[in-house]
């Protein structure tokens, strides 16, 4: 495989040589092949392919009113290239997938969803076949069925199986196993006929494993005409509960019946593909039809980076959605006709082994299949930016009612402290941040208090800003002196508001912290009620109420939990930790090595405490003599 490398006129490659770009376009071949575009920091950013590698590549770099700003704006970040010669365009359209898939590249439509689907496996393989579930599709010559697009639908349905014709399910090995160990848990609850023990006849196991796929090809007529029978035997034989079994089991294969009940012209297996836009964001509705009927359905969302009709669209998703699943249906019936749909078509036919259509119905059922679909597609798409749209009044939209109401210039960060101790036992403080509403976890901090002594919340307080500031002011000068941007820093970016847990009193130890400093960054502080609830937000000498029923006053609440949670949490760690150290460290003849011992013997301080001398003795490391001491010390 040959590839080669193209510079942006004034650009370094990797040996230093500079590159005139209209030189080089003019040396690209015109063969089939794949294009990778990087950027500065040597990232590929768009990976494309090319029936002619020479014609392809040069339109993003000629000026055109029809290219869009976001393929202006990919082509201003290009710094080099990489192109691939292949011998087809079917091998760069397979190559093309590969690498997408690989590298993941900012300006290609992208899958969201990386999800593997379920399947139904049946090792007809063996002997004794099993009946398993399935995260992939193997070449083991078991047979597959699915994919289904729940995982618990297919537990239920193994299960149900089980019920009925009652395969096994483990990882024995028969013949050679039989009679070696007992029965499972499944032959005691009737849900396996017990060929480990040699009870089932290989050919009447045989004949239940044939009924059991029939079903799973959605042949119910059998199944049901069979539990019928059972059901109506037992209850003539005064068998009540099995006929009641058989009842409930019946009910369950109606109920899959039901589910299906929406069937195709035939028997084969299609997949009805449609696909709703909405600015950078793309949903794909997919039909899985198995056998004549509706096995289930799935939607996927796309990240569209650059502007693409939706033949590029649905390209895209068939390449990527294709390429990672091992089941391809004889048929995709699609909404409009995908880009490349002719190599599409081959490349998949090369994967099943066998010619795959894709068609685009213009009447009749199949027509009316691609409508559903597409109507599903809107929906999703719908109800997805209503949840953007309310996902967005209680992150950014409520940052900006509050700097509505503190009347400042930008609201985007917040920092919010508090205190944690008990008694002032090993104080310590919490920073969270919220960016634009949201948590960022990323940049939480925890801090010991080390300069207070005793319970002084206002001490510590002044202490952990004063510590968090200096260092930001501090990071940000060693990176100014060594030219790195400042935004790489872990302390550089600053609040837009500081959020006290308290009020007056810590609003004001804060204010002067910041002025101390040189600093100004807006404080507030929470006013709570008699319940200490809060009520409003302390702010320039006073009280500004917030309405319980705003956004605004959620995310204060929001932030207050999340700030005593965060400090609560690494107080206690800390507590158990010098609990751990204080009490087995003043035990004579316990060491560091023995009280590790103990701990990994009984876990924690209780379980040490109610030990005997015995167990004690029966650590590692210990003798009597030292259990003695820790028993008498407790005791």
Partial sequence: MRVWRLKQANRLCRTGKMFNIEEELKKLPSSPGVYLMHDGRDTIIYVGKAINLKNRVRQYFQKSRNVSSKIEQMVTRITYFEYIVTDSELEALILESNLIKEHQPRYNTMLKDDKSYPYIKVTVQEDYPRILFSRDQKKDKSKYFGPFTSAGAVKDTIELLTKIYKIRTCSRVLPRDIGKERPCLNYHIQQCDGPCQGYISKRDYGQAVQSTMEFLKGNFKDVLNLLEDKMNQASEELEFEKAIEYRELLFSVRQIFQKQKMEADNNENKDIIAYAADGLDAVVQVFFIRNGKLLGREHFHLRIALQESGRQILGSFIKQYYAGTPFIPKELLVQEEPEDEEVIEEWLSGRLGQKVRITTPKKGGKEKLVELAKKNADLIISQDKEKLRIEHIRTAGAMEEIRELLGLEKLNRIEAFDISNTSGYESVASMVVYEGGKPKRNDYRKFRIKWVKGADDYSSLAEVLTRRLAHG???????????????LGNFTKFPDLILMDGGKGQVNIALRVLEEMGLDIPVCGMVKD???????????????????SSEGFRLITRIQDETHRFAIEYHRKLRGKEQLHSILDDIEGVGPKRRLELMKAFKNIDNIKNADMEELNAVPGMNMAAARKIYEFFH
């Fill in 530 to 548: 008699d319940n200490h609830r809060t009520r409003g937000l302390y702010y320039r000498n006073e009280e500004v109420p917030l309405k319980k």
């Fill in 473 to 487: 002011i501090k990071e940000a000068q060693e990176l100014e002196e060594k030219g790195i941007s400042q935004n």
